[in-house]
Structure formats: structure tokens, C-alpha cells
């Protein structure tokens, strides 16, 4: 099955710096990359997703690029706010007629003011 | 307001005692799945359903029963729980049955078996 890796597991930033999580995924036939925000006592929220026959997303402060030859993906938040500060999941699946969402380990990212 | 609604957010039970952890939308999503989080791994799946009464196993199932008897309802049940299946498990749906749309999800309910 899908294997995702999600690198790190934590990141302090200075308010204003950007910061960029990193995924990696193993099988060459995902095609669909959600990221994921889940603020402390929340659940997960949506905040990005990119298909495999793009390269590069944006919106906004956040951006995902995908390699799809490298299977790497990655999330590139600019000019971070302590309103970011939360726990980011990435995720791929394949359109298999199941929603088989693997999803990665995890980054805590901590902004401080 | 449309949302996943979980109960309870938070429980402590014992060994072998069945309890049930109950889901509820109201977007009219075909879609529901439920999910643990365990530290270091992130969100793991561990039933989904794709309508009424239509489920399936995820990635992690053992331990656990579903079912879908009405489209908003996705309860999950532990015949009888053990400390391993202490988690934070979210609910969560999404419209249609194909890749594209994003899950909605629950605020989590954290449970915790003594």
C-alpha cells in the first residue's frame, strides 16, 4: 500500500519567515495531495490540495509543488503568522473508487512572535 | 451550520466495557470514514462507508464495528475496547464517492482505556 513520509515532525519559525514541510510518497499511481491544518482541539481542515498533472499551487501565503518523478511533495507557507501555528498533515491517494487517504506523520509548526 | 458532529469528545472506560462513539453530518455526504491519531502516525483509517449500508475495512480495523443504517449516522463501536485503542479518533465525511472533494471532519473524540 501507500507509504507517506512527512519531514519534520516539528518547526519553530520566526513570525514573518517562511516555512516549507516536505512529503514523500511511494506509489507512483497517487495522483490527489491534500494538505491538511488541525488547530489544538480541532479536527483536520483542508487549506490546499494539488492533482498529479500540476506542478505548483497557490493560495495566497501557502503554496504546495509536487514532483511527480521524485514522488516528493511539499507545503511553502510565506510570511508566517502565529495564526499558522498548528499541526500540518499531508496525504495522497489514487482514484481507486475508494477514498484511501494515506496521510503522513505529522509537523508540529510553532511560530513565535 | 454544516459540520461533523461527534459524541462523546471525551471518555475514560475499562477494559471490555462496549461503548459506542457516535457520528453525525448534515451535509447529506455519501462519504463518511472514521479515523485514529496516534502520536508519530499521523491518521490512520479505520472503517469507511461509501453509503447506506455500504462499509468497508480501512487500514487499521481490527478491534472495531460500523455501521451505516441512515446516511447522516456513522457510529463507531468497541465490542471491547483495550489499552491499545487508546486514541484520539475523528469522524469524517465528504460529498460523492470519487477523489475529489476534501473531508470534513469532527472535532475528535479522545478516548482513553484503563
Known amino acids: 500500500g501507500e507509504n507517506v513520509e512527512q519531514h519534520p515532525s516539528t518547526l519553530s519559525v520566526q513570525e514573518g519567515d517562511s516555512a516549507v514541510i516536505k512529503c514523500t510518497y511511494s506509489?507512483?499511481?497517487?495522483?490527489?495531495f491534500p494538505w491538511y491544518k488541525q488547530e489544538l482541539g480541532k479536527g483536520p481542515q483542508l487549506i490546499i490540495d494539488?492533482?498529479?498533472?500540476?506542478g505548483e499551487k497557490k493560495d495566497q501565503r501557502i503554496a504546495v509543488t509536487l514532483n511527480k518523478t521524485a514522488k516528493h511533495f511539499s507545503l511553502h507557507i510565506t510570511e508566517t503568522q502565529p495564526e499558522d501555528s498548528a499541526v500540518y498533515f499531508c496525504?495522497?491517494?489514487?482514484?481507486?473508487?475508494?477514498?484511501?487517504?494515506?496521510f503522513g506523520s505529522g509537523t508540529r509548526l510553532q511560530v513565535q512572535p | 451550520e454544516a459540520q461533523v458532529t461527534q459524541n462523546p469528545r471525551y471518555l475514560i472506560t475499562v477494559t471490555g466495557k462496549k461503548l459506542t462513539v457516535t457520528c453525525s453530518q448534515n451535509m447529506n455526504h455519501e462519504y463518511m470514514s472514521w479515523y485514529r491519531q496516534d502520536p508519530g502516525l499521523g491518521l490512520r483509517q479505520i472503517y469507511y462507508?461509501?453509503?447506506?449500508?455500504?462499509?468497508d475495512k480501512g487500514d487499521v480495523p481490527e478491534g472495531y464495528k460500523v455501521s451505516r443504517k441512515e446516511k447522516r449516522n456513522f457510529p463507531l463501536i468497541l465490542e471491547s475496547p483495550s489499552p491499545n485503542q487508546t486514541s484520539l479518533y475523528f469522524c469524517?465525511?465528504?460529498?460523492?464517492?470519487?477523489?475529489?472533494?476534501?473531508?470534513?471532519f469532527g472535532e475528535g473524540s479522545r478516548l482513553t482505556v484503563l
Open positions: 496525504a495522497a491517494s489514487k482514484d481507486t473508487g475508494r477514498r484511501a487517504l494515506t
Open positions: 462507508s461509501m453509503n447506506v449500508e455500504v462499509t
Open positions: 469524517a465525511s465528504s460529498p460523492g464517492t470519487g477523489l475529489t472533494g476534501e473531508l470534513f
Open positions: 506509489d507512483s499511481a497517487s495522483n490527489y
Open positions: 494539488i492533482r498529479s498533472n500540476v
